[in-house]
């Protein structure tokens, strides 16, 4: 029942900016925690961002604090992260998640539905 599509990624150079969208299919969107990860080529996916149900409380990782952010807009059941000031290991694909516990959690595992996720790759 629940579905993630997200849009926005593409291919920039170091410094550029992007807006990532995710339009969320679910029960109650306000009622859930919303979710940026990301998964460089070889690595682990990672947490990037989250956001709180409701008024929505945010938390960053440190490698991104000061270039992105996140929001949401609960009339149109969209979470969006704007990245700004991108560089070249902020390549990867990102994917939003969703958490029905309505606080995020910085463990993917813990996270209960996932889109499919946008390419970002950052050229120097």
Do not use: H
């Not at 992007?18 to 682990?44: D, H, I, K, V």
């Not at 000061?66 to 070249?88: C, E």
């Amino acid at each position: 029942q629940a579905q993630l599509v997200e849009s926005g990624g593409g291919l920039v150079q170091a410094g550029d900016s992007l807006r990532l969208s995710c339009a969320a299919s679910l029960p109650t969107f306000s009622g859930y925690a919303m979710g940026w990860f990301r998964q460089p080529p070889g690595r682990e996916r990672e947490f990037v961002a989250g956001i709180t149900a409701g008024s929505g409380n945010t938390d960053y990782a440190d490698f991104v604090k000061g270039r992105f952010t996140i929001a949401r807009d609960n009339a149109k059941n969209t979470v969006y992260l704007q990245m700004n000031s991108l560089k070249p290991e902020d390549t990867a694909v990102y994917y939003c998640a969703a958490r029905k516990s309505g606080w995020f959690t910085r463990s993917p595992s813990r996270w209960d539905s996932w889109g499919q996720g946008t390419q970002v790759t950052v050229s120097s």
